[in-house]
């Protein structure tokens, strides 16, 4: 069996406080016991195509490979179209995750807004605008099956800084590999 790694415990200075580098997390991971290292979006400094590549070959240049790249675009945005907006920036994190040399790009698609109720949300989010665009007019499914990389969608709500589990609902669209 195969083993990657995900850096949770530090999320907050890969993202928040910026006081670590996606170059810095593959240094401490070099000895750990495992194939690879799944990264998030906001790990990420630029999806400009000569510093992903700098991240794949450090990646690489450990002996690791990059299975999965974690995205949260908010698809419950009132908006519908900033909503698109977001369906355009995850096609763009669906190719970063190509030349990432990733095969799964997992879409965390729900966020916390209080003024939006759980079924608004959802809606928004698994059956409404963003999915069917997402889902309809395929622009991000097209583009990852011509890539080689299969698309999960997890509709989760983000409750502070955790994620409410119960009830959560998971979409997988079926397996897109090279």
């Known amino acids: 069996m195969k083993l990657a790694a995900f850096p949770k415990c530090f999320m907050d200075q890969l993202v928040r406080d910026r006081t670590m580098t996606v170059f810095d997390w593959i240094e401490m ?80 698609s729900g966020q916390r807004r209080p003024e939006v109720s759980r079924a608004d949300g959802v809606e928004r989010s698994s059956d409404g605008d963003a999915l069917k665009i997402y889902a309809f007019t395929r622009r991000p499914v097209v583009a990852s099956l011509r890539l080689g990389v299969e698309v999960r969608l997890n509709q989760r709500l983000k409750q502070g800084r955790g994620l409410v589990e119960e009830g959560d609902r998971q979409i997988s669209w079926t397996r897109m590999r090279r």
């Open 29 to 108: 991971s070099a000895d750990l016991p495992i194939d690879g290292l799944e990264l998030y979006e906001g790990f990420l400094e630029s999806l400009d195509e000569a510093y992903l590549e700098s991240v794949r070959e450090a990646i690489e240049g450990r002996g690791f490979v990059m299975p999965m790249l974690c995205c949260s675009p908010d698809f419950t945005q009132p908006d519908p179209t900033v909503r698109r907006g977001e369906i355009e920036r995850e096609k763009r994190w669906i190719e970063a995750t190509a030349r990432l040399g990733g095969g799964f790009c997992r879409v965390l």
